[in-house]
């Protein structure tokens, strides 16, 4: 998978913010370019890991609905 990434210098942090367009502007930051760009693929390989089925069990009392409005 290709991604397009934005690395920018960011004057007032003193840092590099990576930042993808591509997947709803998920980004991160680092001291340098590369750490910035680690961060990122970091950021990106969590958002597209699935969510364990463990956490959607409803394990409360509360009754959860869908509104199609």
């Known amino acids: 998978m290709i991604i397009r ?4 210098w960011d004057e007032e ?5 990576a930042t993808c367009p591509e997947l ?4 991160s930051f680092g001291d340098t ?3 910035a760009i680690a961060n ?9 890991t699935p ?4 956490l959607y069990a409803n ?3 509360t009754e959860q609905i869908e509104l199609v409005l």
């Open 5 to 8: 990434a934005i690395i920018e």
């Open 13 to 17: 942090a003193q840092s590099y913010s």
């Open 24 to 27: 709803n502007f998920v980004s």
């Open 33 to 35: 370019k590369k750490k």
């Open 40 to 48: 990122l693929e970091d950021a990106i390989k969590l958002m597209l």
């Open 51 to 54: 969510i364990p089925d463990d």
């Open 59 to 61: 394990k409360s009392t």
